[in-house]
């Protein structure tokens, strides 16, 4: 008899396994991956990571910041030649301005 229990228990899980499964199928189908620009990291039109650091460092001499303290945080390309990068200089804001030739045109307080 204790073989029995154990096959009807093990069947059970089973069918509890596929109606579950069968209940989650559908759902997969409403899942869809986001545009490009909905997506929450997006590289598309960043600064590259030379002249983030570029600003990073500039920030820092700028604001009297560690560097070790001095991160970008978000970029952005203006036009063809400029990308603005904010920094976090050791919790001050700063907004950079670089151009793609690697020259820091301003470094201000965001």
């Known amino acids: 008899?204790?073989?029995?229990r154990l096959e009807t228990a093990t069947t059970k899980r089973a069918a509890l396994l596929v109606v579950?499964?069968?209940?989650?199928a559908p759902l997969a189908g409403c899942m869809s991956t986001p545009a490009p620009q909905e997506q929450a990291r997006n590289t598309l039109n960043t600064a590259p990571?030379?002249?983030?650091?570029?600003?990073?460092s500039a920030a820092a001499e700028a604001m009297g910041a560690d560097s070790d303290k001095t991160?970008?945080?978000?970029?952005?390309?203006?036009?063809s030649?400029?990308?603005?990068?904010?920094?976090?200089?050791?919790?001050?804001?700063?907004?950079c301005i670089v151009d793609t030739d690697g020259n820091v045109k301003s470094v201000q307080p965001a």
């Open 1 to 4: 008899m204790p073989s029995s």
């Open 71 to 79: 991160l970008p945080v978000a970029s952005r390309q203006l036009d």
């Open 81 to 95: 030649k400029n990308y603005q990068v904010d920094v976090d200089a050791a919790g001050q804001k700063t907004s």
């Open 49 to 56: 990571a030379d002249l983030q650091l570029l600003c990073a």
């Open 20 to 24: 579950a499964a069968m209940a989650i």
